[in-house]
């Protein structure tokens, strides 16, 4: 139960500059360049009621928590362009490189009260803090080849270069003189590198209404970890992996087609996901990642019909997805009496198969409408240390954007998310629902932007479910007492539109730390 008033400080400041440069008709260069600074606290003070099953009095607490800090990153796009030969020859590189560096803290201090919330005791407390750098690099090229007016041939090489460098320092409250004394034995700190080195071909081809389309893309991966304080956990690994593709639609008319299409794909772990510190801030829930996680892997099928209708299009198709060496995010188990890890781990497999349509309406000329609705069946389970887990069920997502732009040429959007219980091996994550809105107006030859967001109107959006396991289960529920309105103002120096940085994926950001 939240017992005060939660306090949000995020401030964010950044900088985006770009330019298009075409040597001759032959080459040409795009580049971009992002900085962002970006700081954040959140504090939040709730009340605990802790009540067991062998008859003992309940057990009350306060507590106080506080975390953030900063989180700095650099972007960096350029895509060159060699047209080598006759029309649609042609040979294009891109280069991507991000580094970033991260220093987010989390403390917790705990009081014991009465029912009443009077102090009770001495505040106990616990401080994480996680420092770090990350870069991503990536550097590809693909070539486009038209055999023939029906038959084209494409063919790539990429690679693909993740380094982290962090440091996990604990410390717990002095009560006595207010001060946190570090805990060396609870901290340690990591180095992590991942490169990927791809390599693909694809080919398609037109028979009168019908096209196809063939790929294999072939990746090898090396893996290495370096643990400061445990080298046990230390390793150097590779391995590789081929992903055929597959597709064909046939066009019945030019406003209708039938579509098929098989792929075969990889889900890298992410930082958190990859995270090795046991943070114990939390004295009966721990949280970690795991180094030693693998990619899974998402085989999937598809059968569906395309219709254009005037400016619409509607399409319906029916889905099946098997997904091997599942990672498991959220893994809970009791490491001693009354305290839960949660790590996530490989094992097991994942299907979902069922229907799914998608709308995008063009209902006036300012006003248009994205839909999306699923509905199907899950199952997730597998055997892990010894113990066999697995929860099947049906569900169903739903989520629609409607945008408009009103009187004085102001843009907005209402935007309403659904997802219904989802199956995990130990239990289910609970429903999720939220609505949103926002508005923005731009003043072109001011160069300014001012928009209004109102995320979660009716506060609904929730997060949690229900897990046991081997001596435990418990019921997790997590939502915010408040829905969330901001004032967004932002100023253009010129009216560049060239291409943004992409988003790094999985390095820094304070949460995404090895």
Do not use: C
Request: proline letters at 5%.
């Amino acid at each position: 139960m939240r017992t005060g008033t939660s306090h949000n400080n995020n401030h964010s400041y950044g900088l985006r500059l770009g330019s298009d440069i075409t040597f001759d008709t032959v080459h040409s260069l795009t580049i971009s360049a992002e900085a962002r600074a970006n700081n954040g606290t959140n504090q939040d003070p709730w009340m605990n009621t802790f009540t067991s099953n062998d008859g003992q009095a309940p057990y009350y607490s306060s507590m106080d928590q506080t975390s953030g800090g900063p989180n700095n990153s650099l972007g960096f796009t350029g895509t060159y362009t060699m047209h080598v030969g006759p029309k649609e020859h042609d040979l294009v590189a891109n280069v991507y490189f991000y580094p970033d560096n991260y220093d987010i803290t989390n403390t917790l201090v705990t009081t014991p009260t009465n029912a009443s919330g009077e102090v009770a005791g001495q505040s106990t407390g616990r401080r994480s803090q996680t420092v770090g750098i990350g870069s991503y690099f990536e550097a590809l090229a693909d070539y486009t080849w038209p055999i023939t007016p029906t038959m084209k041939l494409g063919t790539g090489v990429d690679a693909t270069l993740q380094f982290i460098d962090s440091e996990f320092n604990f410390s717990e409250l002095d009560a006595v003189n207010n001060v946190f004394v570090p805990a060396p034995v609870l901290s340690n700190a990591a180095k992590h590198y991942d490169d990927v080195y791809a390599a693909y071909v694809d080919a398609s081809e037109q028979f009168g209404d019908l096209n196809v389309r063939a790929g294999l893309r072939g990746e090898h991966t090396r893996n290495q970890f370096e643990s400061r304080d445990t080298p046990a956990q230390n390793f150097d690994r590779s391995f590789g992996n081929l992903f055929p593709s597959m597709s064909a639609s046939y066009a019945f008319s030019q406003e209708q087609s039938v579509q098929f299409s098989y792929a075969r794909r990889i889900n890298r772990p992410t930082g958190p996901q990859l995270n090795p510190y046991v943070d114990v801030t939390d004295s009966l829930y721990w949280r970690a990642g795991n180094p030693a996680l693998m990619p899974e892997y998402i085989n999937s099928v598809q059968l569906g019909i395309l219709q254009y209708i005037d400016a619409s299009v509607v399409n319906v198709e029916a889905f099946y997805r098997l997904t091997e060496n599942m990672i498991n995010l959220r893994f809970r188990e009791e490491v001693k009496p009354g305290v839960l890890l949660e790590r996530p781990y490989n094992f097991g497999q994942g299907i979902a198969y069922g229907m799914s349509g998608s709308a995008n309406l063009s209902l006036a000329p300012w006003l248009s409408i994205n839909s999306e609705l699923s509905y199907y069946y899950q199952e997730a389970g597998g055997t892990f240390k010894g113990q066999t887990y697995e929860s099947t069920g049906y569900g169903w997502n739903a989520r629609v954007i409607a945008n408009a732009t009103l009187p004085l040429d102001i843009k907005s959007q209402i935007f309403f998310d659904y997802t219904a219980p989802q199956v995990i091996p130990q239990g289910q994550r609970m429903q999720f629902s939220m609505l949103s809105l926002s508005m923005n107006r731009e003043f072109k030859e001011q160069h300014l932007t001012i928009g209004l967001n109102w995320m979660d109107v009716f506060n609904s959006a929730q997060f949690g479910g229900s897990v046991s396991g081997p001596g435990f289960s418990t019921d997790l529920l997590n939502r915010r007492d408040y829905p969330l309105v901001s004032l967004n103002l932002s100023y253009r120096i010129n009216d560049y539109k060239g291409p943004r940085p992409r988003q790094s994926p999985g390095v820094g950001g304070g949460g995404n730390t090895i």
